[in-house]
């Protein structure tokens, strides 16, 4: 099995930062993706950034320019730095993996806890 395990999260002011932090561990061969999403109350699960093998990171247009995922693969962790924060970035904040557990392209995707994120005006 795979845990992954957010930090980082808080309360802050309109223009703050915060620094997201997420560690996978467990059974892991490699990690193809690591993501960011996000849900806030009573909206839909959102994708806020991603980051995958070989590939520019991707951004959601309301975070481009103040949000920027970065990956430590030494460590099986992924960051998320939130800049210039608003109000409606005010949500439960998920870290999601994409792990071969063998070497031989046998992909799960896993799914962290959440972690509040609370940005007051």
């Known amino acids: 099995q795979v845990q992954l395990v957010e930090s980082g999260g808080g309360l802050v002011q309109a223009g703050g930062s915060l620094r997201l932090s997420c560690v996978a561990s467990?059974?892991?061969?490699?990690?193809?993706?690591m993501s960011w999403y996000r849900q806030a109350a009573g909206k839909q699960r959102e994708l806020v950034a991603a980051t995958r093998n070989g590939l520019s990171p991707d951004y959601a247009d309301s975070v481009k320019g103040r949000f920027s995922i970065s990956r430590d693969n030494a460590k099986n962790t992924v960051y998320l730095q939130m800049n210039s924060l608003k109000p409606q970035d005010t949500a439960v904040y998920y870290c999601?993996?994409?792990?071969?557990?063998?070497?031989?392209?046998?992909?799960?995707?896993?799914w962290g806890q959440g972690t509040q994120v609370t940005v007051s005006s």
């Open positions: 467990g059974n892991i061969f490699s990690i193809n993706a």
């Open positions: 999601n993996a994409e792990v071969d557990l063998t070497g031989w392209d046998t992909i799960k995707t896993y």
